[in-house]
């Protein structure tokens, strides 16, 4: 780590400790040459997880892409973005927990309709009619009468 002053590459560590999200550790440095004191942070080094599209096609991951989806989903329901955005960290979560960095679209879109079915029925319909592309009203009604089972 260089000094911002002097840009010496030796200094010492005087305090450490979590930040606020504990996302990652704060230093309070002092440099060996001049004597300044600068914070540095440590983060882990986050790998990117691709999803893989239908047409073999790959995107990074993206919060908001599922966010506009979900709120299309709960649009007029009692739901909270909070809750919307647990349920999409839940997700990354288990990904990065699992070791992927790839994963299909309609893997995550099951992911997406096991945790949407406790939030909120009509919502999971609603994603599912997407996700799963129904062809016709038949599809749709199989769909209803599976959740009814339940």
């Known amino acids: 780590m260089h000094c911002p002053k002097c840009g010496c590459d030796v200094s010492k560590v005087v305090d450490s400790r979590s930040s606020e999200g504990n996302d ?22 986050e790998m990117p997880i691709l999803v893989i599209k239908k047409d073999g096609t790959k995107e990074p991951f993206s919060h908001e892409k599922l966010r506009r989806g979900l709120v299309a989903a709960t649009i007029k329901r009692s739901i909270d973005l909070n809750r919307i955005n647990q349920l999409i960290d839940s997700i990354e979560t288990e990904l990065r927990d699992n070791g992927k960095t790839e994963i299909t679209s309609q893997e995550i879109g099951m992911r997406v ?30 769909e209803l009468r599976s959740l009814s089972n339940e």
Do not use: N, P
């Open 24 to 45: 990652a550790i704060r230093r309070r440095r002092e440099c060996i040459g001049c004597q300044t004191r600068f914070t540095t942070y440590e983060r882990r080094e």
């Open 113 to 142: 309709l096991q945790k949407l079915i406790d939030i909120d029925k009509v919502a999971y319909v609603r994603f599912a009619s997407v996700y799963r592309d129904f062809k016709d009203v038949e599809e749709f009604s199989e």
